[in-house]
């Protein structure tokens, strides 16, 4: 299936910046919404809420919605954040993180002072994308395996980027160029393979 017109259910325009990147090498024409729409993530799981996000848009907007959940899985703090990426800063695992510059800078340091001590760091990032047609859609996921830096480095892209090395890569993510981050990235990943749904006439 060929899809000319896509519109983003982001209201994150550091995510939003980087799935336009990746979708316009495809040649979408790639939009942001007019207005955030407040969709409460109450889903259990990266899946189930990419799909809430894709649904509240399309109901509102009418037109093919790609929606991203996505987040970073930590094996030694029983896979959080996790869903709750975000936000984790304010969730009671690990006890609140105050706010004082920034929501990721306050996300960092929690994930950094539950980490001291422990000696498995490794993580993965994981996207997961929703694309509603109304009638009809697909789910596309990609991974990024690596681990937690002891403090964070770089100042490219957003979230957990500055303390996430990827596997084989002797730099954070956020020392990483924008095209250096898409080609490893979860987000890359699940970009490349709905494109290889689309293509493949799945849908
Ligand atoms: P929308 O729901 O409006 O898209 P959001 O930022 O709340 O925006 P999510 O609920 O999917 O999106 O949460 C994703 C969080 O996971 C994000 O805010 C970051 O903290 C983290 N994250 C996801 N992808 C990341 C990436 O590529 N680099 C660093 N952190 C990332």
């Known amino acids: 299936m060929e899809l000319k017109r896509i519109l983003l259910a982001t209201g994150n325009p550091k ?11 495809y040649s979408m024409q790639v939009e942001v919404p007019e207005e955030e729409i407040n969709v409460e993530e109450v889903g259990s799981s990266f899946l189930e809420n990419a799909y ?11 037109m093919p919605i790609l929606a991203d959940d996505s987040g970073l899985v930590v094996y030694a703090l029983d896979g959080y954040p996790g869903v709750f990426s975000s ?3 304010q969730h ?14 306050a996300n960092i340091r929690k994930v950094l002072r539950l980490m001291q001590g422990i000696e498995n760091r490794k993580a993965k990032f994981v996207a997961f994308l929703v694309l509603s047609l109304g009638d009809a859609g697909c789910w596309a996921k990609g991974e990024c395996e690596g681990s937690i830096l002891p403090e964070p480095r770089g100042s490219q892209g957003f979230g957990y980027d500055p303390i996430f090395q990827p596997e084989g890569i002797q730099k954070s993510m956020a020392q990483l160029k924008p095209e250096e981050k898409d ?17 493949g006439g799945k849908l």
Do not use: P
Not at 52 to 62: L, M, S, T, V
């Open 15 to 25: 995510k939003a910046e980087e799935m336009k990147r990746l979708l316009e090498a």
């Open 92 to 105: 009671q695992y690990g006890g609140k993180e105050e706010v004082k510059t920034s929501k990721d800078d």
């Open 52 to 62: 809430i996000k894709a649904q509240a848009y399309y109901e509102r907007y009418r």
């Open 183 to 199: 080609l490893i990235s979860h987000r890359g990943k699940a970009i490349r393979n709905l494109i290889k749904i689309l293509r």
């Open 87 to 89: 936000r984790f800063y």
